[in-house]
Each structure stands twice: as structure tokens, then as C-alpha cells.
């Protein structure tokens, strides 16, 4: 079962029919618990109009009211070595080989609602900044009790070289205006989203394919569940939040976002979320 947000309402996609919510607060709609029975429920009331899927081609908007969204870092093993080499020279290399195999997982705010698009709407890269890479992310849905209930994909877009020159610098090299992007719906499940699940990431350039790689999910050292724990230990979210679970995809050194790329993440149960660089 897929939500999508868009101007006209809200749209429910179940084995392939199409349904508009009679709901009006994304926050009330996606935070209940339970929620693909509700939805089921829901949708029963209602008649499915195949016209509906026109306002998700049409009038799409990231899948996010309230919501903060928070990030996971160095779980994959790609992660870890790629981080470990850009910190190098400011010999912060050692962090992220123990956070790598530490208890406690790197959690990192990312962004307020403010910050985020949605599918088919534009990321940037920051002007003080040469060396720019998406993050293809898994991202959850959690909600305000703590339960995960929907799965998103996750563009962290991140500055490598102002993170690489001193890691306390994460917060500016991850979070600025359009930095995150969420989207196109929220898949909500029965049970947890299976472990061979593939990401994929693909940018585009001049209209050509430029890069292209693929990870699943179940290449990540820890779990959704352990992650979502440390999160909610000390932290209340009163209408729930997004989680990105880290990437396992970096691309080559010699690779930097250019204004006009298209990056497409593709997961399986999901979609595709597509952005392109504006301009600095
Ligand atoms: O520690 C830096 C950030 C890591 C991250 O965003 C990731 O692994 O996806
Ligand atoms: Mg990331």
C-alpha cells in the first residue's frame, strides 16, 4: 500500500487502483498506529478512480507535514572506508572505524519539513562547497510511538570536502535549504520491508547515463529496529519521523554533482525519486 501527497489530497495506492483519502492533515493521516490496517479499513469506505493517479503525476509533494527528519551514518562498510579516506588529512579517520563497530550508531539531525522536496522537485549543492555527492538512502517512517510503519527512499545530499576537512563540520556538510529530499510516497507495510531489497542510484548528465551503482539493504551492519531504539531513547517526535538508514553507495573520488544532474534512487516496494541540481 503507497500514500502519496499531493495538492489536491491525499492519494492511496492498493494492487494498483487508486483512492483519495477523505483525510486533511497529513500529520493525523500518517501517524496512526497500525496504520496499513487502518488504511485498509479506510479505503474500503471509499470508491477507487483510476483519474486519481493523474494528481500524483501532476501535483506531488514530498510526504512530510511535521515531521523531523534524522539521519544514520557509517552502516554500511562502503561508508565507513570512504569516510575513513576523505577525513584522512584531518585525522578524523578513526571516528568512523569505531563508530562503524561501536554500540551506539551515528544519529544525526538532518532537516526540518522546511528543507525537504519531493519527487520532481530540485536539490542544491552549496556554493562554498566542490565536492557533492547524493546519499540513496532507505528511509522509515516512524511513528510517534515508535513503530515502524512506512518506508520512503532518502537523498542525504552531502558536501564531502567540508565534512572530509574536519567531521565537526557534518551539520553544514547535511543540512541547508533543499539538502534532503523524500519521496515519491510512503510504502506502508504488514511487516518489515525483506532484506533483499535493492537500492539503486543513477545519475543522469546531458541526458546520458553518467553513473549508475545498486545495493540491497541487507548489506547494512545494523538494524532498522536498533537504530529506531537509540533514536526514540531520549527523543519524543509528538507526529512521528523519517530515519535515513545510511548509505551504501559512494560514488568514485573523482565524482561531484553538477547543476542540471538528475539523481534517481530507485528501491524496490517503492518508486523512484527523482531530483534535478538547481543552481547554486
Ligand atoms: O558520518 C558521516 C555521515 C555518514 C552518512 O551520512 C552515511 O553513512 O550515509
Ligand atoms: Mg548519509
Known amino acids: 500500500m503507497k500514500a502519496y501527497k499531493t495538492l489536491q489530497g491525499f492519494v492511496i495506492e492498493y494492487q494498483n487502483q487508486y483512492f483519495l483519502s477523505r483525510h486533511q492533515d497529513w500529520d493525523l493521516f500518517i501517524n496512526r498506529e497500525d496504520l496499513f490496517y487502518e488504511l485498509q479499513r479506510e479505503i474500503q469506505l471509499l470508491s477507487p478512480v483510476p483519474e486519481y493517479k493523474s494528481l500524483i503525476d501532476n501535483s506531488l509533494q514530498a510526504p512530510i507535514q511535521s515531521q523531523e527528519v534524522w539521519a544514520s551514518g557509517v552502516t554500511y ?10 577525513s584522512k588529512k584531518a585525522g578524523g579517520d578513526n571516528f568512523y572505524d569505531r ?56 537523498n542525504d545530499m552531502s558536501s564531502r570536502d567540508i565534512e572530509g576537512e574536519n567531521p565537526l563540520y557534518l551539520p553544514q556538510a547535511k543540512s541547508y535549504d533543499k539538502s534532503t529530499a523524500i519521496g515519491p510516497c510512503i510504502t506502508i ?12 542510484l543513477e545519475i543522469i548528465r546531458y541526458d546520458l547515463p553518467y553513473f549508475t551503482d545498486f545495493i540491497a539493504i541487507n548489506r547494512m551492519k545494523r538494524k532498522h529496529t536498533e537504530l529506531v531504539e537509540f533514536l526514540f531513547r531520549e527523543t519524543s517526535f509528538p507526529h512521528g519521523c523519517f530515519l535515513m538508514t545510511g548509505t551504501g553507495i559512494v560514488p568514485p573520488d573523482d565524482f561531484t554533482l553538477e547543476v542540471g544532474d538528475e539523481i534517481r534512487i530507485t528501491i524496490e516496494g517503492i518508486g523512484t525519486l527523482v531530483n534535478t541540481v538547481e543552481t547554486k
Open 77 to 86: 562498510m562502503r561508508s565507513r572506508d570512504a569516510r575513513m579516506e576523505e
Open 189 to 200: 507495510l504488514d511487516e518489515p520491508i525483506i532484506s533483499e531489497t535493492q537500492i539503486k
Open 99 to 154: 563508530v562503524y563497530d561501536a554500540e551506539r550508531p551515528e544519529l544525526f539531525f538532518k532537516s526540518t519539513p522546511h528543507r525537504v522536496v519531493g519527487s520532481g522537485q530540485k536539490v542544491r549543492i552549496r556554493k562554498d562547497s566542490k565536492w557533492n555527492v547524493p546519499e540513496p538512502e532507505l528511509t522509515l517512517f516512524i511513528n510517534s510511538k515508535g513503530q515502524i510503519s512506512g518506508y520512503t527512499c532518502g
